[in-house]
């Protein structure tokens, strides 16, 4: 029966987006929202390619995954999803997959699985930071960013949204910060198969990322003066999460220079735990005027 929270209803099409169709043994078929995107978001097909490679695997969950962004994605076609089973091991099972489009690839991930094992333990501090439910929503904190802006816009980013963020640090030009803070959640509850959560934290693990390297030169995401595009994506998965409990994203940008900038970030449960690590560069380039 259909879902008709409107809350809930971003999530069931994202859960939807991220359910692969199976065409044949180590090939899939993905598809993208029915949005005005110009090209396809890049954690969404992260998130698809890791869904594929997780079809293949038994009773493991991902350790880590390597990907770059090959090309731009068309999101008013389907995306094909090719698996290279590159080893089954006794603890470790590896995968590759290739996101094709007319006869040429897109995107690439090589992805890590392992059985569950006990070893030593230990981790970076959670930093300090705000409860979520203190902080701005996303509809509050955008209704200023966006007032200049054309109804055709804000109606886009005012749309409803399977996931909730909430910023720890307001945009200030003069601050010129090397980091950010930002709470995340999806917008409803999730079914309990890790590989869901861990697929739906990929895909927002590269939505404020790339912001990152941009903030030394107070630049906002819509700076017509550049252009930006994720290039690679790396993740780590270090212990149990929920995409569906508040989790704090610490990003920082080390460096940033030849037209790509570097970031990476840290993912903690709100009791301190860090589950994830994220690095990623990606494209920052200024788009050179005719005179």
């Known amino acids: 029966m259909e879902n008709l929270d409107e809350t809930q209803r971003p999530l069931d099409e994202l859960v939807a987006l991220l359910d692969l169709e199976e065409l044949d043994l180590n090939i899939f078929r993905g598809t993208s929202p029915k949005e005005s995107r110009v090209r396809v978001f890049g954690g969404q097909v992260a998130a698809q390619a890791l869904v594929a490679a997780g079809r293949t695997v038994e009773d493991t969950v991902a350790h880590s995954l390597h990907a770059y962004f090959l090309r731009a994605g068309d999101p008013s076609i389907p995306i094909l999803y090719e698996v290279d089973r590159i080893r089954d091991g006794r603890s470790f099972t590896t995968r590759r997959v290739v996101a094709i489009q007319r006869g040429r690839a897109i995107f690439n991930l090589q992805a ?35 007032e200049n802006e054309s109804q055709e816009v804000r109606d886009w980013f005012m749309r409803p949204r399977p996931l909730e963020l909430r910023y720890v640090e307001s945009f200030d030009p003069e601050r010129r910060s090397q980091g950010q803070h930002v709470w995340f959640r999806v917008n409803g509850r999730l079914p309990d198969p890790p590989l869901l959560h ?32 994720s290039l690679d994506h790396a993740m780590w998965f270090h212990r149990d999460l929920r995409a569906d409990e508040w989790l704090l994203y610490s990003q920082e940008s080390p460096s940033s220079s030849g037209a790509r900038g570097f970031a990476w970030g840290h993912l903690f449960r709100r009791d301190g735990t860090l589950v994830a690590s994220v690095a990623q560069e990606g494209l920052v380039r200024p788009i050179r005027t005719k005179e």
Do not use: I
């Open 112 to 146: 890590s699985f392992q059985h569950p094992e006990s070893g030593p333990s230990h981790q970076v501090a959670m930093p300090d930071a705000p409860d979520p439910e203190s902080l701005p929503t996303w509809a509050e904190r955008m209704a200023k960013t966006l």
């Open 198 to 229: 861990q697929c739906v934290v990929a895909y927002a693990s590269d939505m404020t990322l790339l912001d990152t390297a941009t903030l030394p030169h107070a630049l906002l995401w819509n700076d017509p003066r550049y252009m930006m595009a």
